[in-house]
């Protein structure tokens, strides 16, 4: 997507996170890795593999209300036939968090039984929370920890302090030191990032993004997109991105002075109603079409 082309992941911002990231593990014990549950591939960070070394991981698919249930049992069986422990999550109603902490603990398993072989019982277990900006760690945080001291930025790529919480007795969760910049060498990683918004809206043109989302549905997608919009599949199939895109405006009555159609607003509505699975619940990346998440 050309538009794509003008936001640089500024190198030097992915050496300070790096370097932050590096100088915390050592208070650490594991890693909980936020992924959207829309996009795991494209929400991984593919150098946060050796930003943790060795350390202990576990993956929390986040957001997972919003996502495709299908494609989000087919993620976790991947995670477990890499040897990953995964959950599915999502902070609005809180379904899935039960696992989160005995997860961790089994990944932990061993160096708890060390520890208490050591007499070290109380020792508490800390795990830095990562993944890139809007994924919803301060969502999960807050949750966790109950005590609304995260705070929720709507604007993706904020940078925020380094901040522990406390999130029961013996459980820690350290926020991600700096901001995980997303990394999109890949055209479809970025295109996928624009559409959950992960990317920030002012530097993309609304229309084109919104018109690319629209083709991308209508292959992946068709009948949820097509009754939302009141369209038919035959009359998309061979529409450009732009063309369905006028003829939602349309459907919607979304008209400008002289009878033309605001494309604009449609953007907008597709983008928002897409966004908020207004629209279903819809899984961008699929296993078979995504290469390793490399964790
Ligand atoms: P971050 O710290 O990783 O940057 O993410 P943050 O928690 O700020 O969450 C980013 C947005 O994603 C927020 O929405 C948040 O409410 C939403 N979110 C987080 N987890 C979930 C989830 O599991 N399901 C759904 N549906 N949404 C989630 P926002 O529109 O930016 O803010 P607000 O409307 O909540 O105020």
Same mark, same amino acid.
């Given at each position: 997507m050309e538009e794509l082309k003008s936001i640089q992941w500024f190198p030097g911002h992915m050496t300070k996170t790096k370097r932050k990231i590096e100088s915390q593990l050592k208070l650490i014990d594991a890693v909980a890795i936020l992924l959207d549950a829309r996009v795991p591939y494209s929400s991984c960070n593919p150098d946060l593999r050796s930003i943790i070394n060795n350390k202990p991981r576990m993956v929390v698919l986040n957001k997972c209300d919003m996502a495709d249930p299908a494609e989000t049992q087919r993620w976790l069986q991947y995670f477990q036939q890499n040897r990953i422990s995964a959950i599915a999550l999502d902070c &609005?109603?809180?379904?899935?968090?039960?696992?989160f902490v005995p997860t961790v603990k089994n990944v932990l398993s061993e160096k708890i039984q060390a520890w208490q072989a050591k007499g070290m019982t109380g020792r508490t277990i800390k795990v830095m929370v990562v993944g890139i900006p809007n994924v919803g760690k301060s969502s999960f945080i807050n949750r966790l920890s109950?005590?609304?001291?995260?705070k929720v930025e709507d604007r993706p790529g904020v940078t925020r302090g380094n901040q522990w919480f406390t999130v029961g007795k013996g459980f820690d969760l350290l926020d991600t030191p700096g901001v995980l910049w997303p990394k999109f060498d890949d055209k479809s990683v970025g295109e996928k990032l624009a559409y959950i918004g992960s990317? &920030?809206?002012?530097?993309?043109?609304t229309e084109h993004l919104a018109g690319r989302l629209l083709e991308f549905l209508r292959d992946r997608y068709p009948s949820p997109l097509c009754d939302r919009y009141k369209l038919s599949q035959e009359e998309i199939r061979t529409l450009q991105g732009y063309e369905i895109l006028e003829l939602v405006g349309k459907k919607r009555g979304m008209l400008i002075a002289g009878?033309?159609?605001n494309t604009e607003r449609a953007a907008i509505t597709v983008l928002d109603e897409f966004r908020s699975a207004v629209m279903g619940k819809m899984t961008l990346d699929k296993v078979e079409e995504c290469g390793d998440v490399r964790i």
């Open positions: &609005k109603s809180g379904k899935g968090f039960h696992a109950r005590q609304n001291r995260a990317v &920030k809206d002012d530097v993309l043109d009878g033309e159609i």
